[in-house]
């Protein structure tokens, strides 16, 4: 028998410990104050970006109430002395059920982005999703993640050649699955980038897949080849200041010297490409099947809401669905995603693997969601906080949290394995 405490009682008693030296955590661990102290790390255009969501930011509203819809119904004399927490991914043991949810243009809040927020997935050895819009390419944050699991999240735009170019590098690079995110093929009316007058692409920000990629350089060759040098000479004309500084930061964040990008059309070329590609209005399901002939990947397709959506994917025979509403920052107005994850758990039965996002702040959240069905929980937005405030360190400690509070709570809650968690430890909230 072990004398060993549990991870969660462990770091709460560190915590502790060192308050009696007058000692806080860097990092705090109430996720409101968590988010008030990143959000004066960041400026306000990061902050509408990251914190933001589309229209009156109902969605939004909507994925933090329902978690309130629901409560915890607690077990006593139940032992509880060893807690088992882990979970299996695509035939991986994985520590907790927690994964990094794909977050773009990481740079806005940390020099290092996506590259600290992968050595903090190694630390905790928690899987991380990397994003299209990652601020770095995916064989750098691969390198990062030392062997640590790891998914790639593909927008896929109007250029094929892009699309499958980017699913065949993350095979290559070590990825376990692709995730298809279905809900951004266009960008949502996001009021708070709007008010800002503000998209971080256009900045050249967010763009480091694209940028490092074969298939996206030959479009970018194509589009300066087809400019004619009057229309390169109008556009150069009588350039404003915030034009100027526009272009300072794509020369800055192109591939090379930042003396050389400013005198080069590429990197100008490379964002006006992007945005050209990156919206895609007639993706089907169709053409989503084709991704069997590109990979042998397991594949993952992000943004079920409906459950005839669930039932369609699982037919077409994806590996996983990724239940999300984009953390509330596409349609105004939609389903909190939690009620979505029990309409597609009823839908398509016990076996299949279903991630859950969107609205979660907390364990407590989590193990809701775990008892709705949910296979594994992806955290979006604090670790983010986490990111803004210490980098690699901000964002292990955030995991950290989300770790031990989940062990605390499961003793609590009297379960000793994460995979007994049901419907019998959760009710609808009673008025």
Not at 256 to 283: C, H, K, M
Not at 304 to 331: E, T, V
């Amino acid at each position: 028998m072990t004398n060993e405490l549990p991870a969660g009682r462990r770091l709460q008693n560190l915590i502790y410990r060192a308050g009696l030296y007058g000692r806080r955590p860097h990092v705090p661990v109430n996720s409101t104050a968590l988010y008030d102290a990143a959000a004066k790390k960041m400026s306000p255009r990061a902050r509408g970006y990251i914190n933001g969501s589309a229209g009156t930011e109902a969605t939004a509203a909507a994925n933090r109430t329902a978690f309130d819809r629901w409560q915890l119904v607690p077990r006593m004399a139940t032992p509880v002395t060893v807690r088992d927490t882990s979970v299996t991914l695509f035939g991986e043991p994985l520590d907790s059920p927690f994964v990094l949810a794909p977050i773009g243009v990481a740079e806005m809040v940390h020099q290092q982005a996506d590259l600290a927020t992968a050595e903090a997935a190694a630390t905790t050895r928690t899987p991380m999703t990397v994003s299209t819009q990652a601020s770095v390419p995916m064989e750098k944050i691969a390198a990062k993640l030392a062997g640590t699991p790891w998914y790639y999240q593909l927008y896929w735009g109007s250029s094929d050649e892009v699309a499958f170019s980017m699913v065949r590098r993350a095979e290559a690079a070590g990825a376990s699955a692709i995730v298809v995110t279905l809900d951004t093929f266009m960008l949502g009316w996001r009021t708070q980038d709007l008010d800002n007058g503000f998209l971080p692409f256009a900045h050249g920000m967010g763009i480091g897949q694209y940028t490092s990629d074969p298939e996206f350089a030959k479009l970018v060759e194509a589009r300066l080849q087809a400019t004619s040098p009057k229309e390169k000479s109008s556009d150069e004309a009588r350039p404003t200041l915030a034009a100027v500084r526009a272009l300072m930061n794509m020369s800055r964040r192109y591939p090379g010297s930042l003396r050389q990008n400013l005198r080069s059309p590429y990197p100008r070329a490379a964002v006006e490409t992007f945005l050209e590609i990156f919206s895609r209005t007639d993706l089907g399901w169709t053409e989503l099947a084709r991704l069997r002939d590109t990979t042998d990947l397991p594949i993952m397709i992000k943004g079920i809401q409906h459950a005839d959506d669930a039932r369609q994917a699982q037919r077409l025979g994806f590996d996983a669905l990724w239940i999300s509403n984009h953390g509330g920052r596409q349609l105004d107005g939609a389903i909190p995603s939690l009620d979505a994850l029990v309409d597609v758990r009823q839908t398509v039965g016990a076996e299949m693997l279903l991630i859950f996002d969107s609205g979660v702040r907390t364990a407590a959240d989590a193990i809701k969601a775990l008892a709705l069905g949910a296979s594994a929980v992806a955290i979006g937005r604090p670790y983010l906080y986490g990111l803004a405030l210490h980098g690699a360190a901000g964002v292990s400690s955030v995991l950290d949290y989300f770790a031990a509070e989940l062990d605390i709570s499961l003793g609590l809650m009297g379960v000793s394995d994460i995979a007994d968690l049901d419907e019998q430890h959760i009710r609808p909230a009673r008025s």
